[in-house]
């Protein structure tokens, strides 16, 4: 399949990623086309690492970009890790010029579980 231009550009969750992804598959079935390997990758891929349902992975981005300190990218990044440690938090902000005190990461971090 040959891409001739970028129609429009969204930003998206993971797990709202999934679910685009199943209707994309389901249609496929039903018209009985085949997949090609790069799609069914990308299914598979969706599947194993999705760790929550897409309304709460909008809600947490949403919440996310409320904090300070707090840009697009990251939020993203976080909604799709979702990660469990202060450690796995530092290894998203690495690239940053600013880091994160510990109170700060605690609020991610609870942010993150309600959602899970």
Same mark, same amino acid.
């Given at each position: 399949m040959k891409v001739k231009g970028v129609i429009s550009e969204e930003r998206i969750t993971l797990p709202e990623m999934k679910e685009h992804l199943a209707q994309v598959e389901a249609q496929r079935h039903g018209a009985e086309q085949e997949m090609s390997y790069e799609l069914r990758q990308s299914i598979e891929h969706a599947n194993q690492l999705s760790k929550t349902t @897409?309304?709460?992975s909008r809600a947490l981005v949403d919440?996310?970009?409320?904090?300070?300190?707090?840009?697009?990218?990251?939020?993203?990044?976080?909604?799709?890790?979702? @990660?469990q440690s202060r450690d796995e938090l530092r290894a998203i902000y690495a690239k940053e010029r600013y880091t994160l005190t510990g109170e700060e990461l605690d609020v991610i971090l609870e942010l993150v579980i309600t959602h899970l």
């Open positions: @897409p309304s709460q919440e996310l970009l409320t904090l300070e300190k707090m840009k697009p990218d990251i939020a993203f990044r976080i909604a799709n890790i979702m @990660p």
